[in-house]
């Protein structure tokens, strides 16, 4: 237990003052603590707030992961206009606002809850597992709230004996992502590692997708262009597969016998399908936290339109809010900086929506439509799905410039 | 099972019916069963079941709020519609 508790402080101390230089400050181990302190407080306050949900005002009953998010946004509000030159209030206020990411969605899953009614005979200490994990985790919550870890609990010493063979598959699986990610780096990108260095050096040499953007037009064959996207995805999604089995793996050693992150999302035949698959949690706190809201609430008498909003909300508004509220120019109001590094993820997420929401009606417009594809078929599907986010990934992040990657994409279809 | 459960129920089952990917007999399922796990329904068909509760039942989710696994399971819908009619299910 005392174990536990220095874990849950020293952690987010050490995770700050590691992550503080990205955000221009670099927090002691005292405004580490007090940014601890208050975080708890913070959370503490939301967790008896969601307790007594039905006696909260109505707005905050009807809204209260608009408030929730509204206490963030306040935060920065002081940070911005007061520019505290202190070093210990603007090292904390500045530690809060890195940190409150991380805990804005984990309460937000609580406060849904609450909203529900799905708190009932709930104590804090059965809620830490999710908002306050000292065994890891990213800003995305592996395992969403209670009432879904709940569900998936493993009841006997049977379920729970199940549920960590499957967390210890999903280690050897990390493993094998991440042997496959330095297989990609090394044998394809060139990039110096283990693996490369233990097969003689030898390696295809393809430039990184981020090279080709870089590189004036005609630097590279375009085969080589066309390569770089297909591998880049193939990079991310085992990057995915190593970091994500981890995370699903602990909490399924703990008897949480959660849906994987990652599921052979390279086999999906519909882009709807590949964005379930691919980053399972965090499509998951896209629906509940922006599709699901915004599904119930508006143009109700225009299916059409209500699910086009729904999904705009979820994978192009949301997907971005997600990474503007953890980026550091937002921490420290630099306008300029915000608008350059999310001009290009703003062109993805529109793709990313639009492409999510043309799948979800051709899906809607074949109900019952079961009948296995042929192999050439399903093949000819897949490549399209790979090709729609190896192209869309273009505008996913980076350092080149908007020209440079509509250079690049006309140029893959020999265009200019 | 409470004669109105039973007919919340019944009609459910019509509703799944008519939503249902081909060839899975809805009546096999248990209450407890996943729909979309179960290969019965897409996840898409989720939605379809809210606009469903919406209109057959006068639900507000804008209100209630929602989470996918409320409506994954036969049982979970059932609950949801016994919840709106402001008494618990049998």
């Known amino acids: 237990m005392a174990g536990s508790v220095i874990v849950a402080v020293t952690r987010p101390v050490m995770d700050l003052r590691k992550a503080g230089p990205t955000f221009g400050f670099e927090p002691g181990m005292l405004e580490g603590l007090l940014v601890v302190l208050l975080l708890a407080t913070w959370l503490w306050g939301w967790y008896r707030a969601a307790r007594q949900f039905r006696s909260l005002p109505a707005l905050v009953q009807r809204h209260p992961l608009l408030c929730l998010h509204g206490g963030f946004w306040l935060l920065l509000l002081v940070l911005w206009t007061t520019q505290p030159a202190q070093p ?8 809060c606002a890195v940190a409150l990411p991380f805990l804005l969605w984990r309460l937000g899953y609580l406060l849904l809850a609450a909203q529900r009614g799905r708190l009932t005979g709930t104590r804090l200490r059965d809620h830490l597992i999710y908002l306050w994990p000292t ?9 969403k709230g209670h009432d879904y870890l709940k569900g998936v609990e493993a009841q006997d010493v049977e379920a729970l004996a199940r549920s960590q063979l499957a967390g210890l598959k999903l280690f050897v699986l990390a493993l094998a992502c991440a042997i496959g990610k330095d297989l990609i780096e090394g044998l394809v990108f060139g990039e110096d590692n283990g693996i490369r260095r233990a097969l003689g050096g030898i390696t295809l ?4 997708l981020d090279a080709h953007l870089l590189a004036p037009r005609g630097a ?11 591998f880049e995805l193939f990079r991310l999604v085992l990057r995915m597969g190593a970091n994500g089995h981890v995370i699903v793996g602990c909490l399924r050693l703990f008897g949480f016998n959660v849906f994987r992150n990652t599921y052979k999302p390279l086999l999906a035949e519909t882009i709807v399908d590949f964005w379930n698959r691919y980053y399972f949690y965090f499509k998951e706190l896209l629906v509940n936290t922006f599709f699901l809201p915004t599904f119930t609430r508006w143009f109700r008498q225009s299916p059409r339109l209500r ?13 971005l809010y997600y990474h503007v509220i953890k980026s550091a120019p937002l921490v420290r109001g630099d306008w300029m900086a915000l608008a350059a590094m999310f001009n290009p993820r703003l062109i993805y997420c529109f793709l990313l929506a639009t492409g999510i929401y043309l799948s979800m009606r051709r899906q809607q417009l074949r109900p019952g439509a079961t009948a296995p594809r042929s192999r050439p078929r399903r093949a ?12 869309i990934h273009v505008w996913h992040r980076g350092e080149a410039s908007f020209a440079d ?9 020999g265009i200019g | 099972m409470s004669a109105a459960r039973e007919q919340q129920r019944q009609e459910l089952l019509r509703f799944l019916r008519s939503i249902q990917k081909a060839g899975l007999p809805v009546e096999r399922l248990a209450d407890g069963d996943p729909l979309v796990a179960s290969g019965l329904i897409d996840s898409l068909a989720i939605l379809q079941i809210v606009t469903w509760l919406e ?9 209630r709020g929602i989470a996918p696994e409320d409506l994954a399971t036969i049982g979970g819908i059932l609950e949801v519609i016994g919840e709106s009619a402001g008494r618990s299910p049998a």
Do not use: E, K
Request: no cysteine; aromatic share 18%; net charge negative.
């Open chain 1, 88 to 95: 210990p209030v603007r090292g904390v206020l500045v530690g």
């Open chain 1, 135 to 143: 065994w890891g985790g990213t800003d995305t919550p592996y395992g």
């Open chain 1, 205 to 208: 040499g393809i430039p990184t």
């Open chain 1, 220 to 230: 590279h064959p375009i085969w080589t262009g066309w390569a770089a996207l297909y």
């Open chain 1, 307 to 319: 699910l086009l909003a729904a999904v705009f909300a979820a994978a192009f508004f949301g997907n």
């Open chain 1, 380 to 391: 000819v599907a897949i490549l399209g799905v790979w090709t729609f986010f190896s192209v």
């Open chain 1, 405 to 413: 990657r509509v250079d690049f994409v006309t140029g893959l279809v």
């Open chain 2, 55 to 63: 209109t057959t039942y006068g639900i507000d989710f804008a209100v």
